[in-house]
């Protein structure tokens, strides 16, 4: 008598002993199907969130990157390196400043030359999210703007990107400004979502310029400056309807003190906003951004300047002066709405 032969479950349910099995539809698989359309607006919102706002030269260097057409346009000769340093009368440890233009995609570098600072060179920014304007909160994809300073412990050693600068974001003025992020990076690579990428090549040349100094020249502090631009009179009118242009117009007066002394300014954080003052090469290199505490103002003090009269008669020391209080309001001013009187109060006083 022949042995009867065990049929399968499969077999017995669709006819066929082999094939794949069939798709159990379990409360699981149903909850995650009728969430992937919400995942995938999200994720489309997260990249155009990067490249909102995004030139095309900055679409275009990302493409080259990838495809290995390195270096890009208007880099410097990196393996010339000790080269460049002796033809421009430096070294490997000089002290060193930093500035950063958004609108341009450049970084340049400027090093220590007798008591001022001479520019050695300028590399062009692969990329950089967002749009013009600072970084407000962690997870906005924007790439800040302002004052940082890097010192030992920021010469990032570990992580995606080993050799990488970290700005130490939020700093003193951010944090007035209930701002947040963390590890706003200037790294390798043509790719980011908050930070500024270099290419591998480049950024190997800037991180060995600033290690140098901070291990070798004793520099305390490398200074940043990230600009929207090149802040010159024409850009900032080309500006002037821009939301951040106040804060632009801060951001200005240290940039000008810059182009003037040629030394990096002191820079503190005084009611929410920066301000400046002149420094010596020592400050610079020491330096770290700090909140001033108000204090009231001489009468014999005046309004604090423009940009252009900062850069022309700078003051020596950071100074803060208490904001004049508000004045009453003028007769036939119509009160807020109820709603927005209440705005925030707590339970036991809305009755």
Not at 184 to 212: F, K, P, Q, W
Not at 237 to 260: I, P, Q, S
């Amino acid at each position: 008598m022949r042995k009867r032969r065990k049929v399968s479950s499969y077999e017995s349910r669709f006819g066929a002993p082999y094939g794949p099995r069939p798709l159990m539809v379990t409360p699981a698989l149903l909850a995650a199907l009728i969430m992937l359309p919400a995942a995938m607006a999200t994720a489309a919102q997260a990249l155009e969130v990067v490249v909102k706002g995004a030139a095309p030269d900055r679409i275009e260097r990302q493409r080259r990157e990838a495809l290995g057409q390195l270096p890009l346009e208007k880099t410097p000769e990196l393996p010339a390196l000790r080269t460049r340093l002796t033809t421009g009368g430096h070294r490997l440890g000089d002290h060193v400043f930093i500035r950063i233009f958004k609108e341009e995609s450049e970084l340049e570098i400027w090093l220590k030359r007798g008591d001022q600072f001479v520019r050695f060179a300028t590399y062009p920014v692969c990329f950089w999210s967002g749009e013009l304007g600072p970084k407000l909160f962690e997870g906005d994809k924007q790439t800040p703007e302002g004052v940082y300073t890097v010192g030992r412990r920021q010469l990032r050693l570990i992580g995606r990107w080993p050799k990488s600068l970290n700005l130490w974001f939020p700093n003193a003025f951010d944090k007035q400004n209930e701002r947040t992020g963390s590890y706003i990076l200037i790294h390798g690579g043509c790719s980011s979502i908050g930070c500024y990428a270099m290419t591998d090549d480049v950024l190997n040349e800037v991180h060995l310029i600033v290690s140098r100094a901070i291990r070798r020249g004793r520099q305390r502090r490398v200074q940043v400056h990230a600009y929207p631009f090149r802040m010159t009179a024409e850009n900032m009118k080309r500006h002037a309807g821009h939301r951040w242009h106040g804060f632009w117009r801060d951001l200005k007066a240290g940039y000008d003190l810059f182009e003037t002394t040629r030394v990096p300014p002191q820079t503190g954080v005084c009611n929410k906003r920066y301000t400046f003052a002149r420094a010596t090469i020592a400050q610079s290199s020491n330096m770290a951004i700090r909140a001033l505490r108000p204090r009231p103002r001489p009468v014999a003090v005046p309004e604090p300047s423009d940009a252009q009269t900062l850069a022309r008669d700078p003051p020596d020391t950071l100074t803060c002066w208490q904001e004049p209080a508000p004045t009453d309001a003028e007769p036939g001013t119509p009160e807020l709405p109820r709603e927005a009187a209440i705005q925030g109060a707590a339970p036991n006083r809305v009755r």
